[in-house]
């Protein structure tokens, strides 16, 4: 069956650094990845969209890229900022769905001042 | 800006009661989801709908039914609340233009005594 990792729970770095998010997946090709930002107590919300044929996706101070061939995606914070601290959740497209995802446990990212 | 809304953000409730969790949103999306999440164990789907009056099991749907009578309406129904449905629950809801990426709703956190 499909499955779907965030290797780290907690990441914890200095404001000012590049956070770097890994997600894995296995017995899968998804068409598509995508990032998303939950607060504590607050629904998650919709960061970025990677497609299958796209190697890199940049908005603002994050960028995101997708290997197929290593089926990981990797989730870049420049110059990160304490307002960056929240939990990351990979999602990726269910098998056989009409827009389905698949989510990761999530990496909690703390940014220290 | 797309607003997903859930009629509470937290609610107790005793069991073997009947709990209905509304969720609206007001983009026109063809597709809504219901999702619990809890800690460990992340994002799981229980149900969703790809349009009116239809509705599909999800990952975990044992406990629980859905309702789609409106478009921009989904409701989840907890026919006999048990202590094991106590959980954060996550509305969402995609689809305008194509579009893949989920719109989530605040949560309700309910709690089941």
């Known amino acids: 069956s499909q499955k779907i990792e965030q290797n780290s729970e907690a990441l914890n770095i200095q404001e000012g650094k590049t956070a770097t998010l890994t997600c894995n997946y296995t017995?899968?090709?998804?068409?598509?990845l995508q990032w998303y930002r939950q607060d504590p107590g607050r629904g998650p919300v919709f960061l970025l969209l990677?497609?299958?044929?796209?190697k890199e996706k940049r908005k603002e101070r994050l960028k995101v890229t997708f290997d197929t061939t290593l089926k990981q995606s990797l989730f870049h914070i420049t110059a990160s900022q304490p307002a960056d601290s929240a939990t990351y959740l990979c999602a990726l497209e269910k098998r056989g769905s009409q827009g389905n995802l698949i989510f990761g446990k999530g990496t909690k990212l703390s940014v220290k001042p | 800006d797309v607003k997903v809304t859930q009629s509470s953000r937290y609610l107790v409730k005793r069991t073997g009661e009947k709990v209905f969790l509304e969720c609206v949103q007001d983009m026109d999306h063809e597709n809504m989801f219901w999702y619990r999440q809890d800690p460990g164990l992340g994002l799981r789907l229980i149900y969703f709908s790809y349009d009116v009056k239809m509705k599909e099991k999800g990952d975990i749907p044992e406990g629980y039914s859905v309702s789609r009578e409106k478009k921009e309406r989904f409701s989840l129904i907890l026919e006999s609340a048990s202590t094991n449905q106590t959980s954060m629950y996550l509305c969402a809801s995609s689809g305008g233009m194509g579009g893949l990426e989920q719109y989530f709703g605040p949560g309700t956190r309910l709690t089941v005594t």
């Open positions: 017995n899968y090709s998804p068409a598509y």
């Open positions: 990677i497609r299958e044929n796209e």
